[in-house]
């Protein structure tokens, strides 16, 4: 549906030019929700402003179901937009229309009869909500209610596809959830395709079925959410989907070596998730074992379950313990930097605890048992 | 005995109560005899402006209303075509800026110095420049009607500025909604940029108008009549400090009048 090929921006900058995006290569399929993920200056706006063609790509194609949006101009250009909407951090709207002229906007300048304009805004604000407020300003508005009404104007000209950018990132966490819980329902109701902008990962985790990572420019791992979530392939995407860990309790009682050091962490995808394995670990196995922490959530529909557990034992017998985990689906590694034994590991390298790279090592899974 | 003359230097038809009296007697017994019925004023000794009360009264309750017509005229009419020609020029400098709907950086630069330089001739100077342009238009350089093309111009790049930093004043934000929403130029520039702005429009409408009014003033003092006429007639060259006070006061609320005005209309126009 949306096909971004070689894509390259650059920008021209007083300490010279700043590549804002690298050779970028994704495919959209039709219906997807596809996220992207980064941090400021990853590039992840640059693309949403190049695919809405607000800019200019330096190489590359973005083609949209076959037209390739950067070598059109003029009308085309329009026609073409007006397959597209655009979601906004601030919203965007009209302050001096009422709320049904800034959803009536994109159908105004489309040229659609006042009949249809007039049945399309009140089914739209039917759909976010909001069928109350047709007569009022946007000023009179909280920011999810001005949300929903760029939502509905993004929808309004049946664009195939719909472009979120950080589209939440100006609203609460409630807000945030009953917005996140709208697109879903527009996505799964209508089909349509929706491009996510985000740097927040419940944003990814609740709403996307596809995530693609962003890093200086470049797309450094992309794929279904379950999987980058799960199976991390980069430091930047484990960091994303890691935890804080520092600010959890049991990180704190490691660092002062209030407990041991062999800590592990076990993560359970889909049906392993709802299965006892702590208690037949524990029954089977000469070990002890006790939680740190634990989560469980859903992404994208499946439920993952993480938990974070300290094994005191023979290392045989730890390594005999994390076989059965494995063979029943479980994925468990040692977390790095924390002088923890690792039996599957003997070379594993054992380094004191250093409270300004703590941060920065735990959590990851370097030195563990590679993911692939 | 002094010798008395009609006031003639100033036309005597136009204002009939005025005299000027040419002093060469003794100057107390005469305005002790005059005291009871005439107002005067006293010019370095030798020269005593003489008023029927009576005469003086009727003329002001003539001449002041007329005055302020006359200025509401000048101002009305220059304004018009002030806020018509500024809004063209205004939205030019805003659509041509560097990263405009219509950029041409070079085009921008070129009528922004335009406007510098008609913006820093003093008016007064704009007036006498504009004599010839004003009697090729109106046919005379003098009058209400004359002073409305040298008002205008004055006017214009004032608007513009005006006009330019209220369009500035939109966030990139919202032109941007409207360019992804498939929008062309002219349907930005009259379904986005003119709504979303119109207050800062007025609020620019009203400041202009405004300076248009006290300009209206200078202009009356070299042939342009209104208000700024008869203070300069009656409160300068004959030393009426009343008519000169009363001409400030028709002027103050006229200012007040307009400026409140147009806050309501801005207040009205803004829903954010």
């Given amino acids: ?372 | 005995m002094p010798s008395i003359q009609p006031f003639s230097l100033l036309s005597s038809s136009t204002d009939p109560g005025f005299f000027r009296l040419l002093f060469s007697g003794e100057w107390d017994a005469l305005a002790r005899h005059l005291s009871g019925n005439y107002l005067t004023t006293v010019r370095d000794g030798t020269e005593i402006y003489l008023m029927n009360m009576e005469a003086y009264l009727t003329h002001l309750t003539r001449t002041l209303p007329q005055a302020t017509i006359d200025t509401l005229y000048m101002v009305g009419f220059a304004s018009l075509f002030a806020v018509l020609f500024g809004i063209v020029v205004g939205m030019t400098l805003y659509v041509t800026q560097r990263g405009g709907i219509y950029a041409l950086p070079g085009f921008n630069r070129l009528l922004g110095a335009v406007i510098n330089i008609g913006r820093s001739i003093p008016f007064v100077v704009l007036i006498l420049l504009l004599f010839p342009l004003s009697r090729l238009i109106v046919g005379t350089s003098i009058g209400r009607t004359a002073s409305i093309v040298p008002l205008t111009i004055a006017a214009i790049p004032f608007m513009s500025r005006v006009i330019e930093a209220a369009l500035n004043e939109l966030g990139r934000g919202i032109i941007e909604a409207a360019v992804a929403a498939g929008a062309t130029p002219r349907q930005i520039i009259w379904r986005v940029v003119l709504p979303e702005c119109a207050p800062g429009l007025v609020a620019g409408f009203t400041l202009t108008i405004i300076n248009l009014i006290t300009f209206s003033a200078m202009a009356g003092m070299i042939g342009g009549g209104g208000l700024g006429h008869i203070a300069h007639m009656y409160g300068v060259s004959r030393f009426r400090t009343d008519i000169l006070v009363y001409t400030i006061i028709i002027l103050v609320i006229l200012v007040q009048i307009i400026q409140a005005i147009g806050q309501m209309i801005a207040r009205r126009l803004d829903k954010r």
């Fill in chain 1, 1 to 372: 549906m949306l096909e971004i090929k070689n894509l390259s921006k650059i920008y021209a900058t007083p300490n010279g030019p700043l590549a804002a995006l690298r050779d970028v290569n994704v495919q959209v399929g039709k219906g997807d929700i596809f996220g992207f993920i980064g941090l400021s200056g990853a590039g992840k706006t640059s693309l949403a402003r190049c695919v809405s063609v607000l800019e200019r790509a330096d190489a590359g194609a973005i083609l949209l179901n076959g037209v390739d949006l950067t070598r059109l101009k003029g009308a085309n250009l329009r026609q073409a937009r007006r397959n597209m909407g655009m979601v906004f951090q601030h919203f965007n709207l009209l302050m001096n229309a009422t709320i049904f002229e800034n959803v009536a906007f994109p159908l105004r300048i489309a040229g659609w009869p006042q009949k249809e304009i007039t049945a399309r805004v009140e089914h739209l604000l039917e759909v976010v909500g909001l069928t109350d407020k047709v007569k009022t300003y946007p000023a009179t508005l909280s920011g999810g209610q001005k949300q929903r009404i760029g939502i509905a104007r993004a929808l309004a000209a049946e664009p195939q596809l719909i472009i979120c950018d950080e589209a939440t990132s100006a609203l609460d966490p409630d807000t945030t959830r009953s917005i996140l819980t709208l697109l879903k329902k527009i996505n799964a109701d209508t089909g349509v395709t929706i491009i996510v902008i985000t740097h927040e990962m419940d944003v990814i985790k609740t709403l996307c079925s596809h995530v693609a990572v962003m890093e200086g420019g470049e797309i450094i791992e992309q794929g279904k959410v379950i999987d980058v979530l799960t199976h991390p392939q980069t430091e930047t995407a484990r960091r994303f989907f890691a935890k804080d860990h520092s600010e959890e309790g049991w990180f704190k009682a490691v660092q002062e070596n209030k407990i041991g050091h062999q800590v592990f962490r076990a993560v359970f995808i889909g049906a392993a998730a709802r299965r006892s394995f702590i208690h037949d670990v524990i029954r089977n196995f000469d070990i002890e074992l006790s939680i740190l922490s634990g989560s469980i959530e859903s992404v994208s529909g499946t439920m993952v379950g993480s938990l974070i557990i300290e094994m005191t034992g023979d290392d045989a017998v730890l390594a005999k313990a994390m076989a059965f985990f494995r063979e029943n689906g479980v994925e468990i590694e040692a977390i790095e930097g924390m002088e923890t034994a690792n039996p599957t590991d003997a070379t594993y390298p054992t380094e004191s605890i250093d409270s300004a790279t703590c941060k920065d090592t735990v959590g990851s899974y370097e030195g563990g048992v590679p993911h692939a």
